[in-house]
T-cell receptor, first 111, second 113 residues
Framework: QKEVEQDPGPLSVPEGAIVSLNCTYS??????FMWYRQYSRKGPELLMY????GNKEDGRFTAQVDKSSKYISLFIRDSQPSDSATYLC???????????FGPGTRLSVLP | NAGVTQTPKFRILKIGQSMTLQCTQD?????MYWYRQDPGMGLKLIYY???????DKGEVPNGYNVSRSTTEDFPLRLELAAPSQTSVYFC????????????FGEGSWLTVV
């Protein structure tokens, strides 16, 4: 079993749709959860950061963590063509030394 | 807001040549990392460092070397370049004091021909 699995995509949605991106993980020691957005020919950019279980909202983006199910999600409301990118989930434990990344989901938002 | 800076952005190498990818960060992070990212394969850790003078191998260290003489700099050396090292390389840094998040540079695209 891989340490982190992510919905592979690619995912194409019309502009204005609600997008759900998901990752599952196996290591119960993970406490810090991140979502990165990566545009073509660019480095991953930190989008959302959550500690432990719960929800966090930032504008059109909502990150959810369910540690009991070892499942994290990123929701994008009112998706825009500018949201077209690859989204990576990432996580680490309390030591914050080793990070584990999902393989990424490529999202295309069509105008 | 420099963050993590990598150079060069693009490079073409011939088989057997050597080169160094430079990385510097201005966030005073103690941890630094080098990843490579191949299409559809996700990020693979090459080497990492927990502080100046301390480095350790990651998942795919063969063909690479690193050093960490200062907190800010973490260069990656490619010795005897091979076509299998054609990839995009990302330097990153993190700190426990900064909420356990990792920040990436813009990437270095390397082609070995």
């Amino acid at each position: 079993q891989k340490e982190v699995e992510q919905d592979p995509g690619p995912l194409s949605v019309p502009e204005g749709a609600i997008v759900s991106l998901n990752c599952t993980y196996s290591n119960s020691a993970f406490q810090y959860f991140m979502w990165y957005r990566q545009y073509s020919r660019k480095g991953p950019e930190l989008l959302m950061y959550t500690y432990s279980s719960g929800n966090k909202e930032d504008g059109r983006f909502t990150a959810q963590v369910d540690k009991s199910s070892k499942y994290i999600s990123l929701f994008i409301r009112d998706s825009q063509p500018s949201d077209s990118a690859t989204y990576l989930c990432a996580m680490t434990d309390n030591y914050g030394q080793n990070f584990v990344f999902g393989p990424g989901t490529r999202l295309s938002v069509l105008p | 807001n420099a963050g993590v800076t990598q150079t060069p952005k693009f490079r073409i190498l011939k088989i057997g040549q050597s080169m160094t990818l430079q990385c510097t960060q201005d966030m005073n992070h103690n941890y630094m990392y080098w990843y490579r990212q191949d299409p559809g394969m996700g990020l693979k850790l090459i080497y990492y460092s927990v502080g100046a003078g301390i480095t350790d191998k990651g998942e795919v260290p063969n063909g690479y070397n690193v050093s960490r003489s200062t907190t800010e700099d973490f260069p990656l050396r490619l010795e005897l370049a091979a076509p299998s090292q054609t990839s995009v390389y990302f330097c990153a840094s993190s700190s426990q004091d900064r909420g356990n998040t990792i920040y990436f540079g813009e990437g270095s695209w390397l082609t070995v021909v």
